[in-house]
């Protein structure tokens, strides 16, 4: 089957630039809906079979948890370092498909993560399928085998994977998915996720508990 691996920032980190809008009790709380709403996603998705979160995050860990996740508890050191750390640990099998997907994007949908190993099975079950954010970063990239492309996360990381896979000679695909493409980082893009339907169950019910939009 295939593993996947949630990164999760510190709560006391987290969302910095939603700050603006709601303190920051309000901004951990949102980390973790989110973080649910993922992992739920994930549970319903027929080609994965386990999930780990990698954090620095007491908090976090106990959340993935008791979701039924695997809590990789770490101290931080860089997202890129950790997920491929995160790789080694969770005793996948040498070609396994290996699934990252960012915290943050909240409306994923079951469906769009199973299109990306149907992709992957369209290249022959080897190689590298994308699915870029909004904002040209990478809401999610599956790769078997794990190492077949470095983690390479971070702004305008869609690119970086793309320039790395080529130069690898990784088969390499890049799909864009509704409910993959925002992450929620800004108001405008809670907007965004608010505006579109699917998925973010917790999330939802958390923003209008807060009263979102703020005043």
């Known amino acids: 089957m295939s ?10 980190a987290g969302k910095s630039r939603l700050g603006r809008e709601l303190p920051r ?5 949102l980390s973790l809906a989110m973080l649910e709403d993922v992992l739920a996603a994930l549970a319903a998705t027929p080609s994965l079979d386990r999930t780990a979160v990698v954090t620095p995050d007491r908090d976090v860990a ?8 695997r ?5 931080d050191p860089g997202l890129n370092p950790a997920l491929d750390a995160a790789a080694r640990e969770v005793d996948l099998a040498p070609d ?4 990252v997907v960012l915290g943050d994007v909240a409306g994923a949908l079951p469906g769009d993560l199973e299109a990306l190993f149907e992709a992957l099975r369209e290249l022959g079950g080897r190689g590298a399928v994308l699915a870029p954010s909004g904002d040209g970063g990478t809401a999610a ?3 078997a085998p794990s190492d ?6 971070g702004a305008d990381s869609a690119v970086a994977h ?25 108001a405008e893009d809670v907007a965004c996720f608010l505006a579109q339907p699917g998925g973010g169950a917790h999330t939802r019910a958390l923003l209008e508990r807060l009263g979102w939009p703020p005043r």
């Not at 593993?3 to 006391?12: G, T």
């Not at 009790?25 to 709380?29: G, H, V």
């Not at 990784?170 to 493409?181: D, G, I, K, Q």
């Open 148 to 153: 077949a492309i470095a983690s390479r996360f």
């Open 162 to 186: 793309r320039d790395a896979a080529s130069a690898a000679g990784v088969p390499y695909r890049e799909l864009p998915l509704p409910s993959l493409a925002v992450d929620l980082d800004r």
């Open 62 to 69: 106990a959340a993935a948890e008791a979701a039924g996740a």
């Open 71 to 75: 809590a990789l508890l770490r101290t």
């Open 96 to 99: 396994e498909p290996w699934l």
């Open 25 to 29: 009790d309000a901004l951990a709380a």
């Open 141 to 143: 990239l599956l790769r």
């Open 3 to 12: 593993a996947a691996v949630v990164p999760v920032k510190h709560l006391a």
